[in-house]
Protein backbone atom coordinates (compact mmCIF):
# COMPACT_ATOMS: atom_id res chain seq x y z
CA UNK A 1 0.00 0.00 0.00
CA UNK A 2 1.45 3.53 -1.23
CA UNK A 3 2.10 6.51 1.23
CA UNK A 4 -0.84 8.68 -0.69
CA UNK A 5 -3.46 5.48 -0.41
CA UNK A 6 -2.94 5.10 3.55
CA UNK A 7 -3.49 9.17 3.71
CA UNK A 8 -6.78 8.81 2.01
CA UNK A 9 -7.56 5.92 4.01
CA UNK A 10 -6.74 8.27 6.79
CA UNK A 11 -8.58 10.79 5.92
CA UNK A 12 -11.58 8.73 5.11
CA UNK A 13 -11.70 7.57 8.73
CA UNK A 14 -11.25 10.56 9.97
CA UNK A 15 -14.30 12.45 7.95
CA UNK A 16 -16.49 9.37 9.11
CA UNK A 17 -15.31 9.56 12.81
CA UNK A 18 -16.73 13.23 12.61
CA UNK A 19 -19.59 12.72 10.83
CA UNK A 20 -20.98 9.78 13.37
CA UNK A 21 -20.07 12.47 16.04
CA UNK A 22 -21.91 15.20 14.53
CA UNK A 23 -24.66 12.62 13.54
CA UNK A 24 -28.33 13.65 15.00
CA UNK A 25 -29.53 10.14 15.18
CA UNK A 26 -25.50 8.77 16.94
CA UNK A 27 -26.15 6.37 19.39
CA UNK A 28 -23.66 8.46 21.85
CA UNK A 29 -25.94 11.70 21.34
CA UNK A 30 -29.08 10.04 21.81
CA UNK A 31 -27.78 8.52 25.33
CA UNK A 32 -26.55 11.19 26.58
CA UNK A 33 -29.74 13.00 25.90
CA UNK A 34 -31.75 9.88 27.55
CA UNK A 35 -29.28 10.08 30.45
CA UNK A 36 -29.63 14.01 31.35
CA UNK A 37 -32.73 14.79 29.60
CA UNK A 38 -34.27 17.15 27.19
CA UNK A 39 -34.34 20.78 27.65
CA UNK A 40 -37.55 21.32 26.74
CA UNK A 41 -38.75 18.63 29.64
CA UNK A 42 -36.07 20.05 32.12
CA UNK A 43 -37.78 22.88 34.61
CA UNK A 44 -36.86 26.36 33.45
CA UNK A 45 -35.06 26.63 36.58
CA UNK A 46 -32.19 23.76 35.61
CA UNK A 47 -32.26 25.18 32.17
CA UNK A 48 -30.93 28.86 33.53
CA UNK A 49 -28.23 26.87 36.18
CA UNK A 50 -26.96 24.57 33.32
CA UNK A 51 -26.76 27.81 31.01
CA UNK A 52 -25.39 29.91 33.61
CA UNK A 53 -22.30 27.53 34.13
CA UNK A 54 -19.81 28.73 31.21
CA UNK A 55 -20.60 32.88 31.76
CA UNK A 56 -19.82 31.93 35.70
CA UNK A 57 -16.49 30.44 35.23
CA UNK A 58 -15.51 32.78 32.62
CA UNK A 59 -16.55 36.08 34.30
CA UNK A 60 -14.38 34.13 37.63
CA UNK A 61 -11.00 33.19 35.66
CA UNK A 62 -11.51 36.46 34.22
CA UNK A 63 -11.95 38.75 37.18
CA UNK A 64 -8.74 36.41 39.30
CA UNK A 65 -6.61 36.78 36.06
CA UNK A 66 -7.01 40.50 36.14
CA UNK A 67 -6.51 40.82 39.62
CA UNK A 68 -3.65 38.81 39.21
CA UNK A 69 -1.95 40.31 36.72
CA UNK A 70 -2.53 43.71 38.25
CA UNK A 71 -0.95 43.34 41.36
CA UNK A 72 1.92 40.55 39.97
CA UNK A 73 4.74 40.34 37.56
CA UNK A 74 4.87 36.99 36.84
CA UNK A 75 1.40 35.26 36.01
CA UNK A 76 1.04 31.96 36.81
CA UNK A 77 1.46 29.11 34.17
CA UNK A 78 -1.85 27.11 35.33
CA UNK A 79 -4.04 29.98 35.81
CA UNK A 80 -2.62 31.09 31.98
CA UNK A 81 -3.85 27.21 30.90
CA UNK A 82 -7.62 27.22 32.85
CA UNK A 83 -7.89 30.84 30.78
CA UNK A 84 -6.73 29.05 27.52
CA UNK A 85 -9.84 26.10 28.42
CA UNK A 86 -12.05 28.58 29.17
CA UNK A 87 -11.34 30.29 25.53
CA UNK A 88 -11.80 26.79 24.14
CA UNK A 89 -15.35 26.88 25.98
CA UNK A 90 -16.46 29.34 24.19
CA UNK A 91 -14.54 29.49 20.70
CA UNK A 92 -13.71 25.47 20.56
CA UNK A 93 -17.12 24.31 19.17
CA UNK A 94 -17.35 27.31 16.41
CA UNK A 95 -14.18 26.89 15.33
CA UNK A 96 -14.66 22.60 14.90
CA UNK A 97 -17.98 23.37 13.24
CA UNK A 98 -16.97 26.10 10.73
CA UNK A 99 -13.63 23.19 9.88
CA UNK A 100 -16.27 20.00 9.46
CA UNK A 101 -18.75 22.11 7.25
CA UNK A 102 -15.87 23.57 5.20
CA UNK A 103 -13.70 20.30 4.72
CA UNK A 104 -17.45 18.83 3.86
CA UNK A 105 -17.79 21.34 1.16
CA UNK A 106 -20.58 23.15 2.44
CA UNK A 107 -19.15 26.25 4.00
CA UNK A 108 -22.54 28.27 4.53
CA UNK A 109 -22.51 28.83 8.55
CA UNK A 110 -21.15 32.37 8.92
Known amino acids: ?14 KLVIEKS ?3 TSDFRNF ?3 YEG ?8 IQI ?7 VLTYFFGAVSL ?11 QLFKLDLIVLGFWFGERA ?14 K
Open 22 to 24: MDE
Open 1 to 14: MSEQQRKEIDLQAQ
Open 96 to 109: TRKIINTQQGNDTE
Open 32 to 34: VLD
Open 38 to 45: RAKDMPKF
Open 49 to 55: LRGSVRP
Open 67 to 77: FIFMKSTAFPD
